[in-house]
T-cell receptor, first 110, second 113 residues
Framework: GEDVEQSLFLSVREGDSSVINCTYT??????LYWYKQEPGAGLQLLTY?????DMKQDQRLTVLLNKKDKHLSLRIADTQTGDSAIYFC??????????FGQGTELSVKP | DAGVIQSPRHEVTEMGQEVTLRCKPI?????LFWYRQTMMRGLELLIY????????DSGMPEDRFSAKMPNASFSTLKIQPSEPRDSAVYFC???????????FGEGSWLTVV
């Protein structure tokens, strides 16, 4: 079945770049997403990428997609303490449902 | 745009009681999803609707769980009877056909004691 895998933890220093990685299995996924969840809060959509794109940049965020390897990454430039949260990768199946990874907890140290 | 609205935000109930969670999707959205988030299992899709019709309920854990969507602007997720292992955050989400973005509500934080 479909599966999305992420590493569980990442720790960086303030001002450094963060790279969060994700692998997925469904090659027919149309869109791939990154959501952010802060403690006690809901899921905030950060960005998405269409499956026929290689890269998408949005301010400090850069998404890279390697469709051959089914690998997705999210790069956050100039990481701030306010970026500390859990980041979820998700693939979208036909019909619209999202399959989420386990989430990567990003810790930003001052 | 008010976003996806869920209620209650927090609920503490005793084992055996009935729990009803509510969701109002974004106006004009024809897809509605119910997800559950736990530490052990992460984010799981429970059920989703298209045009008020349940399309896939394979994620509903057992007969104690039921979901309805009587109209385009309202859905409920009911647990009867509730058990401590149902303690989780329940998210509702919506999108429209052909839409890129799937919007989530703030979640209903359920504790069953």
């Amino acid at each position: 079945g479909e599966d999305v895998e992420q590493s569980l933890f990442l720790s960086v220093r303030e001002g450094d770049s963060s790279v969060i990685n994700c692998t997925y299995t469904d090659s027919s996924s149309t869109y791939l997403y990154w959501y952010k969840q802060e403690p006690g809060a809901g899921l905030q959509l950060l960005t998405y990428i269409f499956s026929n794109m290689d890269m998408k940049q949005d301010q400090r965020l850069t998404v890279l997609l390697n469709k051959k390897d089914k690998h997705l990454s999210l790069r956050i430039a100039d990481t701030q303490t306010g970026d500390s949260a859990i980041y979820f990768c998700a693939e979208r199946e036909q019909g619209g449902k999202l399959i989420f990874g386990q989430g990567t907890e990003l810790s930003v140290k001052p | 745009d008010a976003g996806v609205i869920q209620s209650p935000r927090h609920e503490v109930t005793e084992m055996g009681q009935e729990v009803t969670l509510r969701c109002k999707p974004i106006s004009g959205h024809d897809y509605l999803f119910w997800y559950r988030q736990t530490m052990m299992r992460g984010l799981e899709l429970l059920i989703y609707f298209n045009n008020n019709v349940p399309i896939d309920d394979s994620g509903m854990p057992e007969d104690r769980f039921s979901a309805k969507m009587p109209n385009a602007s309202f859905s409920t997720l009911k647990i009867q009877p509730s058990e401590p292992r149902d303690s989780a955050v329940y998210f509702c989400a919506s999108t429209r056909t052909g839409g890129y973005t799937i919007y989530f509500g703030e979640g209903s934080w359920l504790t069953v004691v």
